[in-house]
């Protein structure tokens, strides 16, 4: 069973910057995808961002050009670096492993507030 651990969450003002870390407990060698979701209170659970172990990137419309995801596959991390941050980002941030076929790991959550 392979664990997320996350960190990098916080409190932070409009317009500040936060990352966020993902590493997880062992190592993939075959093909995968790391990411980010969130969820706002009341909201449903909504992808923010993706990277395969190939290295090609999906973001959401909404963080496109403020949001840069990155990996280092020697560590088993992935990144969330979040710049110009809005109150709309207010959310709990999940990190997600997909490991085709059929195998999904999910970490516990890190709440990031944008607020004044």
């Known amino acids: 069973q392979v664990q997320l651990v996350e960190s990098g969450g916080g409190l932070v003002q409009p317009g500040g910057s936060l990352r966020l870390s993902c590493t997880a407990s062992?190592?993939?060698?075959?093909?995968?995808?790391m990411g980010w979701y969130r969820q706002a209170p009341g909201k449903e659970r909504e992808l923010v961002a993706t990277?395969?172990?190939?290295?090609?990137?999906n973001y959401a419309g909404s963080v496109k050009g403020r949001f840069t995801i990155s990996r280092d596959n020697a560590k088993n991390t992935v990144y969330l670096q979040m710049n110009s941050l809005k109150p709309e980002d207010t959310a709990v941030y999940y990190c997600?492993?997909?490991?085709?076929?059929?195998?999904?790991?999910w970490g516990q959550g890190t709440q990031v507030t944008v607020s004044s």
């Open positions: 997600l492993l997909l490991i085709p076929p059929g195998r999904n790991y």
């Open positions: 062992e190592s993939i060698f075959s093909f995968n995808v």
């Open positions: 990277m395969t172990s190939g290295s090609t990137t």
